[in-house]
């Protein structure tokens, strides 16, 4: 299976500041990576695909990138509805597999 | 617009079985697989397997290959979970999730065990 070591657990960041996100795969994933938002009590929201692609409706502060194996969600200039908890997904092999998640507080 | 409305909360005894629904529109529900995620409380998310409208295949995590059922009914354009002998470990809120990543999701359905 393909571990997906998301860092860091928790992060609490101004609404001036660039906020990252990394999720490492334990092997190649050829960029069959996701992102998602997921606030309470709510389903996730798709952020991110294919490593870098914006889904449709999602602002332009959140970007994706990749450097090896290691994926990361970047969110420029925060808003406070930017609050919740991010989770990367690998969807290149099953059983795919999410990351451990991040915890979004702005203040 | 694609919805996925899924089947309101169960709860049930321990050792017994309970089948969530979830019903697609908005698109040709065999385009593509519909997937279902496990999310205990306060926990992250769990991928359960997927299964295929048009042909009824499945794939599912190891985990989960004695612990869940899942079915298609292409006439209704209706995915189901089956979760069968049920511990307190299968209390959790299960989602379905369509398209390549999870574009669209249910609003998810709470499952309580719970004698």
């Known amino acids: 299976d393909i571990q997906m070591t998301q860092s860091p657990a928790s992060l609490s960041a101004s609404l001036e500041e660039i906020v990252t996100i990394t999720c490492k795969a334990s092997q190649g994933i050829d960029d069959y990576l996701s992102w998602y938002q997921q606030k309470p009590g709510k389903s996730p929201q798709l952020l991110i695909y294919d490593a870098t692609s914006l889904a449709d409706g999602v602002p332009s502060r959140f970007s994706g990138s990749r450097s090896g194996t290691q994926y990361s969600l970047k969110i420029s200039r925060p808003q406070v509805d930017d609050s919740g908890i991010y989770y990367c997904?690998?969807?290149?092999?099953?059983?795919?597999?999410f990351g451990a998640g991040t915890k979004l507080e702005l203040k | 617009e694609v919805q996925l409305q899924q089947s309101g909360p169960e709860v049930g005894r321990p050792g017994s079985s309970v089948k969530i629904s979830c019903k697609a529109s908005?698109?040709?529900?065999?385009?593509?697989?519909m997937n279902w995620v496990k999310q205990s409380p306060g926990q992250g998310l769990e991928w359960i397997g997927w299964i295929d409208p048009e042909y009824g295949s499945t794939d599912y995590a190891e985990k989960f290959k004695k612990k869940a059922t899942l079915t298609a009914d292409t006439s209704s354009n209706t995915a189901y979970i089956q979760l069968s002998s049920l511990t307190s470990e299968d209390t959790a809120t299960y989602f379905c999730?369509?398209?390549?990543?999870?574009?669209?999701w249910g609003q998810g359905t709470l499952v309580t065990v719970s004698s």
């Open positions: 999730a369509w398209g390549s990543p999870f574009a669209y």
């Open positions: 997904l690998q969807s290149y092999s099953t059983p795919y597999t």
């Open positions: 908005g698109y040709t529900f065999t385009d593509y697989v």
